[in-house]
């Protein structure tokens, strides 16, 4: 027996490996890279569907760790029930902060200025002024204020916010300020006029957005999803678009890819990305450098970073 590292990237591509540890290169590919009996530290293909994700776990009998390079592990956690007790399973925090609060920003500001409706102008030759809302003086509230939720503040600071309210499953201090308990949410969405989601899909945060908490937002406020699709009620945001209340950017839906005819495509004031708020160029170095450090720590045995869970604990 070996000890089997699967990676989605070769090693020619990763500076500063451990040695003493037999690499082997998977990309989700349909023949698997050796036995996966050996594997006993599994870094997950990176933008690939869920049962190919998961397809080999079942078979790795010696596996340790497993390592994604998504923020949210929903995913994989749904099928750890096939995973042998004591695996590590480690989120990539620190590699999607920069891109997807990127995104988030994006989302905010060409919802409000109106940026679908030039881009439409612009395809029939149409001068198309008149005024929008600006960002500047807007309320912004963030449900989910982990690393993600804390890049798109840092982000927000140079444009003249009102004031930015921060959501978390437990209430804490910040350098930024108070991070209220999701307990307190419902208090919290009538003054927003932007409501940014950037929570894990966990069984709590499923269908959070719901009839009660749409209603809750102010009139003409913007929904902006850049977490998972399931966290919002689709039924009940198409209600609320097509009353034409509130208005939303969604870098993800529930269902997931959206089918072509599906009403959400065509619906009044929605923006809609296909998640996309991972994979840009700052991506692969920043994975690259999360994977040389935890294959750098587990090869001496040092405690790794970013563990979520341990399974069977």
């Not at 010696?62 to 399973?89: E, F, K």
């Not at 940026?115 to 989910?144: C, M, N, T, Y």
């Not at 719901?210 to 003409?220: I, N, P, S, T, V």
């Amino acid at each position: 027996m070996t000890d089997d590292v699967w990676l989605p990237f070769r090693t020619d591509e990763i500076e500063g490996l451990p040695e003493g540890l037999d690499y082997r290169y998977w990309d989700g590919g349909q023949d698997l890279p050796a036995d996966p009996a050996d594997c006993v530290f599994y870094a997950v293909p990176y933008m690939k569907r869920q049962d190919v994700k998961v397809r080999p776990l079942e078979q790795m009998r010696n596996l340790q760790v497993i390592q994604t390079l998504t923020a949210g592990v929903d995913d994989i956690t749904a099928h750890l029930s096939s995973v042998v007790p004591g695996v590590r399973l480690c989120n990539a925090r620190g590699v999607h902060e920069a891109s997807t609060a990127e995104l988030a920003l994006a989302l905010i500001l060409a919802s409000l200025r109106g940026i679908p409706g030039f881009v439409r102008a612009q395809a029939e030759e149409r001068w198309q002024s008149g005024f929008h809302p600006a960002l500047a003086d807007k309320s912004v509230l963030i449900v989910g204020y982990g690393a993600i939720g804390a890049a798109i503040e840092d982000r927000l600071a140079p444009f003249e916010v009102a004031r930015v309210a921060r959501v978390a499953r437990r209430e804490r201090n910040t350098a930024r300020g108070l991070v209220h308990p999701l307990s307190r949410l419902s208090e919290l969405l009538p003054d927003a006029d932007v409501v940014v989601l950037v929570t894990p899909l966990t069984e709590e945060t499923k269908g959070l957005v719901d009839a009660e908490f749409l209603a809750r937002m102010k009139d003409g406020a913007l929904l902006v999803n850049v977490a998972r699709g399931p966290i919002v009620d689709t039924k009940a945001l198409l209600a609320e678009l097509e009353s034409r209340r509130i208005t939303a950017a969604l870098d993800v839906t529930d269902p997931e890819p959206l089918p072509a005819g599906h009403p959400l495509w065509h619906a009044p004031g929605v923006l809609i990305s296909p998640h996309v708020g991972g994979p840009t160029s700052a991506f692969w170095p920043r994975a690259k450098r999360l994977l040389s450090s935890q294959l750098n720590r587990f090869a001496q045995g040092e405690p790794l970073e970013n563990v979520v869970l341990t399974t069977g604990g």
